[in-house]
T-cell receptor, first 113, second 116 residues
Framework: DAKTTQPNSMESNEEEPVHLPCNHS???????IHWYRQLPSQGPEYVIH???SNVNNRMASLAIAEDRKSSTLILHRATLRDAAVYYC??????????????FGTGTRLKVLA | DAGVIQSPRHEVTEMGQEVTLRCKPI?????LFWYRQTMMRGLELLIY????????DSGMPEDRFSAKMPNASFSTLKIQPSEPRDSAVYFC??????????????FGPGTRLTVL
């Protein structure tokens, strides 16, 4: 299975942009890149996903490298409520036709007031 | 919609006992997933269903674990007999479909299981 590599933790000041990196050097051409986050004592929640092109939504932006071996989740203005563990995930399509989310270990984001 | 509902939220049991975790997916969602989260292993997919049929159970750790989905609105994950190493937070999630535009997974609040 393709894997993702993320830094264990990052810090950011409130109201500043945050760039969360993810490496996925063994990604396949059909694998989508998803980002979820997990707030304390809650289940993960969807943030954004993409395949090749950069993506924007109301929560964040996703920048995907041209060779797709890495991506960056961008929070434009971090707030205290953004403190969470951020997971970079590959949605891998198996030869069996089934697919699987492969969760990495995540990056714990701390936002400083 | 109320979101994915799991019960109980907390379960404490003794080794050897049977444990049943319950999940109600979001209405209209065709896919249901069971995950386990521990500090050591992170978040692991155990099994998932499509239209009540198990599709991939390769993540189920051993025969002590079983999952069923008797109808579109209910699923159970059973551990029999339970062991201390099963202690974890178990999440249920559901998604509308499996295409890139419908496969967003919505997670429940989780069940924290402690096996003494």
């Amino acid at each position: 299975d393709a894997k993702t590599t993320q830094p264990n933790s990052m810090e950011s000041n409130e109201e500043e942009p945050v760039h969360l990196p993810c490496n996925h050097s063994t990604i396949s051409g059909t694998d989508y890149i998803h980002w979820y986050r997990q707030l304390p004592s809650q289940g993960p929640e969807y943030v954004i996903h993409g395949l090749t092109s950069n993506v924007n939504n109301r929560m964040a932006s996703l920048a995907i490298a041209e060779d797709r071996k890495s991506s960056t989740l961008i929070l434009h203005r971090a707030t205290l409520r953004d403190a969470a563990v951020y997971y970079c995930i590959l949605r891998a399509l198996r030869t069996s036709g089934t697919y699987k989310y492969i969760f990495g270990t995540g990056t714990r984001l701390k936002v400083l007031a | 919609d109320a979101g994915v509902i799991q019960s109980p939220r907390h379960e404490v049991t003794e080794m050897g006992q049977e444990v049943t975790l319950r999940c109600k997916p979001i209405s209209g969602h065709d896919y249901l997933f069971w995950y386990r989260q521990t500090m050591m292993r992170g978040l692991e997919l155990l099994i998932y269903f499509n239209n009540n049929v198990p599709i991939d159970d390769s993540g189920m750790p051993e025969d002590r674990f079983s999952a069923k989905m008797p109808n579109a609105s209910f699923s159970t994950l059973k551990i029999q007999p339970s062991e201390p190493r099963d202690s974890a937070v178990y999440f249920c999630a559901s998604s509308l479909g499996d295409s890139p535009s419908t496969d967003t997974q919505y997670f429940g609040p989780g069940t924290r299981l402690t096996v003494l």
